[in-house]
């Protein structure tokens, strides 16, 4: 177990390449887009599911 510690951390500390601030920063920034535009589509979805539902339970209740 030890080892497997001491190998997590050297790998940590000298293999991995972590971003810098300003490439996290966009990074942030294309991820909070994404979501947004993500979060509209599913509520255009949302929106036009209702109103066909609500048209034909309207329609059926009409018979």
Do not use: C, H, R
């Amino acid at each position: 177990m030890l080892k497997y510690i001491k190998e997590s951390y050297n790998e940590l500390v000298n293999k991995v390449t972590w971003p810098s601030f300003a490439q996290l920063q966009s990074s942030t920034i294309v991820v909070m887009v994404a979501s947004a535009i993500f979060a509209v589509v599913v509520l255009a979805m949302d929106l036009t599911f209702e109103n066909v539902m609500e048209f034909i339970y309207k329609t059926l209740g009409n018979l």
